[in-house]
């Protein structure tokens, strides 16, 4: 009889394979499978960052790297010193899979697709004799005496260790409810949202670099580049702030005010820029001339004409009322938003398996022994770029290093 412990994992995506392949590569003597419900594994992987895998981000410093996290900052900090971003580059390219910098920090494979990654892993767990079982969709876990038994529709396996790697799946979670896992209910992350305003109607692809944004009667708030959609606004600033207010946004069924600052200043120093303006240009057209540069022109007209200013007017013409107009629209601007449009695709969830029940040294449950959890199926997610793939390499790496050495 074979005396090789035997792992099952659930769930053929990053997670899945990121953590067999470690695992076998350190222990060679375990015997894994993995069981994955579709017909083709890694399937995300190859849809990930438009076809191209963002694996990960240039951000090298762990305090600054789970900073990205809105679920999950706490707990990941001490995985990240075990497993991050440089050795998630120095793993690939172990691999002989080389990656590469953009300049707005994402990192790609330099072959610039993610079947590279995708070849990569088939060809690992061909040759570490990991097992790979499609159409095998879990239905059932049960655990007896520290042993597991995995039930598919047409199959029954029983194992050692048990890696649970699904992702975002309903049915798992409602299994892992059963084996007393506290589930955290899952809504959208990374979304934009959707406002109808005549400020912003027909302006879709202009964007402003330095906006801040927040959202009215809650202490949500985040700045960076703002992009004007056909649907409404977008871009980091909004990205962001979606991310961190996943939960609070859905509780208000996506029906909130956002107060855009279009120039990211302060109301009393774009107040003063506008008076000193109005004095040393009184006579040009206020439509032609803006004191802020970084603001595109046909913005800048539906601000004036929301703050009752006649593009047709002089610098000279306008009263105090009009400057005080003006400051509030570009700083402070209301905008009523009506529902969300998730963002090219990429459709990220906040929820899943309660934190507080991980050790986050090992991914192993606090409630049962032997059971490891990783990637997305944690209540664990990021803002893009790169962040949602570290999260599954540093929890795959670790619970690998765990199982080859118990
Ligand atoms: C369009 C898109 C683009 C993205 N691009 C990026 C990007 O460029 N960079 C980035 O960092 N993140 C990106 N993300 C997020 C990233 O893909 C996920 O965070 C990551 O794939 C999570 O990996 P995972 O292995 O935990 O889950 P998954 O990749 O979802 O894998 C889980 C696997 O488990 C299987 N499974 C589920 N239930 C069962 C069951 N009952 N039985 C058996 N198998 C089951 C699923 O079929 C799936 O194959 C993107 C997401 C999307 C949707």
Known sequence: MSTKKKVIIIGGGAAGFFTAINAKELNPDLDITILEKGKDTLQKVKISGGGRCNVTHACFEPKELVKHYPRGEKELLGPFHQFMTGDTFEWFDNHQVPLKIEEDNRVFPEANT??????????????????????????????????????????????????????????????VEKLNHKVIPPVPSLFTFNIKDPRIID????????????????????????????????????????????????????????????????????AEALTNFKQEFSKKQIHLRSPFTDLPRRLWERLLNASKISTKANWADLS?????????????????????????????????????????KRFESKIHKNLFIVGEVLNIDAVTGGFNFQNAWTGGYICAQSIANS
């Open 114 to 175: 993610s079947q590279a990654i995708i070849d990569c892993f088939t060809h690992l767990t061909e040759k570490l004799k990991i097992k790979v079982a499609t159409s095998q969709n879990v239905i059932d876990i049960t655990n007896e005496n520290d042993s597991w038994e995995v039930i598919t529709k047409n199959e029954s396996y029983q194992c050692d260790f048990l890696v649970i790697a699904a992702g975002s799946s309903k049915k798992i979670w409602e299994l």
């Open 203 to 270: 302006l879709g692809g202009i964007s402003v670099p330095n906006a801040s944004v927040k959202i009215a009667k809650t202490k949500l708030e985040n700045s960076g580049p703002l992009l004007i959609t056909h649907w409404g606004l977008s871009g980091p600033a909004i990205l962001k702030l979606s991310a961190h207010g996943a939960r609070v946004l859905a509780e208000k069924n996506y029906q909130y005010n956002v107060i855009v600052n279009w120039l990211g200043m302060d109301t009393d120093a774009v």
């Open 320 to 360: 105090n009322k009009q400057l005080s107009n003006l400051s509030t629209q570009l700083t402070q601007g209301l905008f009523n938003a009506n529902g969300r449009t998730t963002f090219k695709d990429e459709f990220v969830t906040a929820g899943g398996i309660d934190l507080k029940e991980i050790n986050f």
